[in-house]
T-cell receptor, first 107, second 118 residues
Framework: DIQMTQSPSTLSASVGDRVTITCRASQGINSWLAWYQQKAGKAPKLLIYKTSSLESAVPSRFSGSGSGTEFTLTISSLQPDDFATYYC?????????FGQGTKVEIK | QVQLVESGGGVVQPGRSLRLSCAASGFTFSNYFMHWVRQAPGKGLEWVAVISNDGSQKYYADSVKGRFTISRDNSKSTLYLQVNSLRAEDTAVYYCARDMPILCYDYWGQGTLITVSS
């Protein structure tokens, strides 16, 4: 199984900050990586697919990058609505696996 | 608009069974692979199972293999998860999700909670 290691697990930041979350895969995943945002009590929401493609209607302050086994989600200027938990997921091979999540908190 | 609505969760004793349903609408259900993903209280997301659009292919997480069965009825646009031999560690919100090729999960249901407790 492919293990996904996400860091940090918690991140404290202020509105307007640039935020970067990292996800490392235990083996190559051919860029089949997605990022989700989840708020308390809600289903996850797709932000980024295929490493760097922005899902429709997702604000352009979100971006994804990476290759091989190292991937990042960047929020260029953190907004109040962005305080949430973020997950990466590989969908290169079954079992699809998620990172353990990064909670973005208000500093 | 696309909607996925789960049902069938509840409080159940260890060792018992439940069947979860996910009613789909707003798209041609029979064209898509469908997944179940779960989330234990306060924990992260865990992929559970997937079924192909015609039901011929099924894959499971090791943690549920042999106890859970994914199925679908394309005539009813409904996805199912039969969960047997439930354990305390199966306590979670269970989400169904649509697998959009390239995009991964573009739509999720609101989730249904299974609580396994004596």
């Amino acid at each position: 199984d492919i293990q996904m290691t996400q860091s940090p697990s918690t991140l404290s930041a202020s509105v307007g900050d640039r935020v970067t979350i990292t996800c490392r895969a235990s083996q190559g995943i051919n860029s089949w990586l997605a990022w989700y945002q989840q708020k308390a009590g809600k289903a996850p929401k797709l932000l980024i697919y295929k490493t760097s493609s922005l899902e429709s209607a997702v604000p352009s302050r979100f971006s994804g990058s990476g290759s091989g086994t190292e991937f990042t989600l960047t929020i260029s200027s953190l907004q109040p609505d962005d305080f949430a938990t973020y997950y990466c997921q590989q969908y290169n091979s079954y079992p699809w696996t998620f990172g353990q999540g990064t909670k973005v908190e208000i500093k | 608009q696309v909607q996925l609505v789960e049902s069938g969760g509840g409080v159940v004793q260890p060792g018992r069974s439940l069947r979860l349903s996910c009613a789909a609408s707003g798209f041609t259900f029979s064209n898509y692979f469908m997944h179940w993903v779960r989330q234990a209280p306060g924990k992260g997301l865990e992929w559970v199972a997937v079924i192909s659009n015609d039901g011929s292919q099924k894959y499971y997480a090791d943690s549920v293999k042999g106890r859970f069965t994914i199925s679908r009825d394309n005539s009813k646009s409904t996805l199912y998860l039969q969960v047997n031999s439930l354990r305390a560690e199966d306590t979670a919100v269970y989400y169904c999700a649509r697998d959009m090729p390239i995009l991964c999960y573009d739509y999720w249901g609101q989730g249904t909670l299974i609580t396994v407790s004596s």
